[in-house]
């Protein structure tokens, strides 16, 4: 709720993701009143769930249930936080549901430069297989590279996610595993159980806000977008 630019933050994610064309609705899920008042406010669409989730993705299944989702159709979770995710995020979520009727869940990965440093734990690091699964995510810098040198590349997870229906409710009758008790990362209960996660790589960070001085940052680029449209 914090204001962004005149504007509280869940606005401007929702805003977003309603320009997404892939989207045939939005809904901003949430078991706060106040969140759901001001998403009223701005004239979207709310839905308040239960307190007790383990996760996000449990409370994401709860709503789609509520709405009626059938088993096949595709769910995609955007952060709250996320109020600069690029619209082509949404594409690279879906596009592999349509291509690959096997594919239960998919998530993005964006690879680290020099000029924006992996610098604390809230950023998740993520590696792949060779076609692209996830074979782990962790707060730590993953891979270790033993022998430092040239070609370190490291790619960090964007907390955006799309699933099959059906899949999701599967997903949230599983119990929670030891990695993703110890690292605090939900995905890793699909890893632990043996599920596959699609890993699709893009072009484009995803910055979350958890400070002020994120907002801050936040605004700049907002400011940097409007001067070159």
């Known amino acids: 709720m914090a204001l962004i630019a005149g504007k509280p933050m869940i606005q401007h994610v929702y805003e977003l993701a309603m320009s997404c ?3 045939s609705d939005v809904y901003v899920v949430t078991d706060d009143q106040r969140i759901c008042d001001c998403v009223y406010g701005f004239t979207g669409k709310a839905i308040i769930t239960g307190e007790r989730h383990r996760s996000g993705t449990d409370r994401i ?3 789609a249930s509520k709405i009626g989702l059938k088993k096949d159709d595709i769910v995609v979770n955007i952060q709250g936080d996320q109020p600069l ?3 082509s995020h949404i594409s690279k979520l879906v596009k592999p549901f349509e291509d ?17 440093p992996i ?5 998740v690091m993520v590696v792949t297989d060779r076609q692209d699964f996830a074979i782990y995510f962790s707060r730590s810098k993953i891979p270790f590279f033993r022998d430092s040198g040239s070609g370190e590349d490291y790619y960090k ?3 955006l996610y799309g699933f099959r229906m059906e899949f999701l409710g599967q997903f949230t009758r599983l119990p929670e595993g030891v990695l993703e008790f110890t690292e605090k990362l939900e995905q890793l209960r699909a890893l632990e159980h043996g599920f596959k996660i699609k890993v699709l790589e893009t072009r484009f960070d995803s910055m979350e806000v958890d400070t002020a001085g994120d907002i801050e940052m936040v605004e700049k680029k907002l400011q940097e977008k409007n001067t070159q449209e």
Do not use: Q
């Not at 610098?119 to 950023?123: E, G, L, N, Q, W």
């Open 100 to 116: 690959d009727g096997s594919i239960l869940m998919t998530t993005l990965k964006w690879k680290v430069t020099d000029e924006n």
């Open 119 to 123: 610098h604390s734990p809230r950023d």
């Open 85 to 87: 995710f690029h619209p």
């Open 21 to 23: 064309p892939e989207f």
């Open 157 to 159: 997870h964007l907390g």
């Open 61 to 63: 299944y709860e709503a």
